[in-house]
T-cell receptor
Framework: RKEVEQDPGPFNVPEGATVAFNCTYS??????FFWYRQDCRKEPKLLMS???SGNEDGRFTAQLNRASQYISLLIRDSKLSDSATYLC?????????FGTGTSLTVIP | SAVISQKPSRDICQRGTSLTIQCQVD?????MFWYRQQPGQSLTLIAT?????????ESGFVIDKFPISRPNLTFSTLTVSNMSPEDSSIYLC????????????FGPGTRLTVL
């Protein structure tokens, strides 16, 4: 069983839509959680950390559900520039586990 | 966050040769990692580069194939030895830049093609 699982998509949504991604993790002792964004042929860049209380940054909202062992990312009012692959990352001590990424394309 | 550079940014190499990739950080960092990302796939951790001691390799990766150096807290190298076409990939350096934080930042990557 993989440590971190994501729906690979692709998600194709129109501009202005709201889209949500989920990511499940297998180790209940996982300590911290992140969403990264990766554009084609570029390195992953930190989008946001995910806190137990949930956190919001503009159009982006991240949630953590420890009981069900998943994290989510909600993007509101999608922009064309949101098109990318979104990677879920889970930290267990000094080990980082990456999901396979969810591909998002925002269509005009 | 730390600013990370990698050299070379890309290379095309012949089978059987070796390539050394450099990772330079603009500040001292606690942890440095080397990843590989093959086309259309997520990142796979190769090893943790330990300052002043041997790197810690993940399952499936060995020191003879991927020797790593980390002479100080701002610099590391990864060598891909005796290359084959299966080694064609993007190689990424990442760092955790402060004690007490576990956020990783990535270098721009090295795109390697082996013919």
């Amino acid at each position: 069983r993989k440590e971190v699982e994501q729906d690979p998509g692709p998600f194709n949504v129109p501009e202005g839509a709201t889209v949500a991604f989920n990511c499940t993790y297998s180790n209940s002792a996982s300590q911290s959680f992140f969403w990264y964004r990766q554009d084609c042929r570029k390195e992953p860049k930190l989008l946001m950390s995910v806190y137990s209380s949930g956190n919001e940054d503009g159009r982006f909202t991240a949630q953590l559900n420890r009981a069900s062992q998943y994290i989510s990312l909600l993007i509101r009012d999608s922009k064309l520039s949101d098109s990318a692959t979104y990677l879920c990352v889970v930290n267990e001590g000094n080990q980082f586990y990456f999901g396979t990424g969810t591909s998002l394309t925002v269509i005009p | 966050s730390a600013v990370i550079s990698q050299k070379p940014s890309r290379d095309i190499c012949q089978r059987g040769t070796s390539l050394t990739i450099q990772c330079q950080v603009d500040s001292q960092v606690t942890m440095m990692f080397w990843y590989r990302q093959q086309p259309g796939q997520s990142l796979t951790l190769i090893a943790t580069a330990n300052q002043g001691s041997e790197a810690t390799y993940e399952s499936g990766f060995v020191i003879d194939k991927f020797p790593i150096s980390r002479p100080n807290l701002t610099f590391s190298t990864l060598t891909v030895s005796n290359m084959s076409p299966e080694d064609s990939s993007i190689y990424l350096c990442s760092v955790v830049d402060r004690v007490g934080t576990d956020t990783q930042y990535f270098g721009p990557g090295t795109r390697l093609t082996v013919l």
